[in-house]
């Protein structure tokens, strides 16, 4: 691999651009892009600012100027595509879900792992500043023991009866939508800010329009913890004037935290006697932190700057370093764990136990 990475990246969607922007940003190139047909491929070489255009998938993945490959494409075609680029014994970055199903899953994970590539899924919301301060400071147990977990996940881009897209359609973007779009964002980032892992949970599925009857426009979720924890989620596509308010609050006998990307810049910090608003900057959060917050305090950091900073991550990892919270194959299985023991509690109105 030369030093500048150079990526491929299999579909020219708006996840596409927002890849291709992050490669540059991360000091990459884009070398080669694939897209659906010819015609949306050589599109895409000007949309995306690639080198050139791939005479197909196969061509790109295993072409000499590719040292990686993004998956940017409908959900049902990840676990094929992955599958190539690992055989290809390259560094894969794939979009969520990692795969439809469970056994899919577990399976490219375990290809990953024999073919020893280095193979990534873009949990992003990891890489807010604000979030790795959180997670520093449950850490070094400042909250005490955290006793309660709860959130939500909502946006509002199906709020009309006529919206859709392939997502809507079960064959094509999985069983669950809004839960497994957005709710495995959410319960991602709780895990890896608290170091709790769900063990056991109740889920109820809703429509707010019947024609989209193939999967649920929202869900809420109730679970418990390894470490005795209680938890709900509230995750809805469907809530008008809600773009993506991912938001959390966890919850310490001593402090709790509470997180809105939607206004990313500051970490909020509640106590018994008085609550904080720490700014994001530099040189107001600590060491663990202060690497992703880039800028000073009041120079808005958002989406794409945490995007950048996993695939940041992501080729340093590739380059033989050892960055923190990497996101891997092992966290999209667990996404596809955690989907399917809500599909399976909302179907049976009972309560799931999710395997470890």
């Excluded at 147990?141 to 997502?167: C, I, K, V």
């Excluded at 929202?218 to 418990?224: I, K, M, P, R, T």
């Excluded at 390894?226 to 008008?240: E, F, L, N, W």
């Excluded at 992501?314 to 891997?328: C, E, F, I, N, S």
Aim: charged share 20%.
């Amino acid at each position: 691999m030369v030093d500048r990475f150079r990526a491929g990246i299999i579909g020219a969607g708006f996840i596409g651009g927002v890849h291709a922007h992050a490669v540059r940003a991360a000091g990459g190139l884009v070398a080669a892009v694939a897209d659906h047909t010819p015609e949306s491929t050589e599109r895409a070489v000007g949309v995306l600012g690639a080198e050139r255009a791939a005479v197909s998938v196969e061509e790109l993945v295993h072409a000499d100027d590719v040292d990686g490959v993004h998956i940017c494409t409908p959900n049902h075609t990840h676990a094929a595509l992955a599958e190539v680029v690992i055989a290809a014994g390259k560094p894969v970055i794939c979009e969520k879900p990692l795969a439809t199903t469970v056994q899919d899953a577990r399976r490219l994970t375990e290809l990953a792992q024999d073919a020893d590539v280095v193979a990534c899924v873009p949990f992003v919301y990891r890489f807010y500043p604000a979030v790795r301060e959180a997670r520093a400071r449950i850490a070094a147990g400042e909250a005490g023991p955290l006793w309660l977990l709860h959130g939500s996940y909502l946006q509002d881009w199906l709020a009309s009866a006529g919206a859709t897209n392939w997502r809507v359609d079960p064959a094509l973007g999985g069983a669950s939508r809004a839960f497994g779009d957005i709710g495995v964002h959410w319960c991602d980032l709780m895990e890896f800010v608290t170091g709790h892992r769900i063990t056991r949970l109740a889920a109820r599925m809703g429509l707010a329009f019947a024609n989209r009857a193939g999967t649920e426009d929202g869900a809420a979720v109730v679970f418990d913890t390894d470490q005795g924890a209680t938890g709900s989620v509230v995750v809805s596509q469907v809530s008008p004037g809600r773009k993506n308010r991912l938001w959390f609050s966890f919850d310490g006998p001593a402090a709790s935290y509470s997180f809105d990307q939607e206004l990313p810049d500051s970490l909020w910090v509640g106590g018994t006697a008085h609550n904080q608003v720490v700014m994001r900057g530099p040189d107001t959060f600590g060491e663990a932190a202060a690497g992703y917050a880039r800028l000073p305090a009041g120079h808005p950091q958002g989406y794409q700057d945490s995007f950048t900073a996993f695939v940041s991550d992501v080729y340093a990892k590739v380059a033989g370093r050892k960055p923190d919270g990497l996101p891997t194959f092992a966290d999209g299985l667990r996404a596809a764990v955690l989907t399917q023991a809500v599909v399976e509690a909302a179907t049976e109105q009972t309560w799931v136990e999710v395997p470890a």
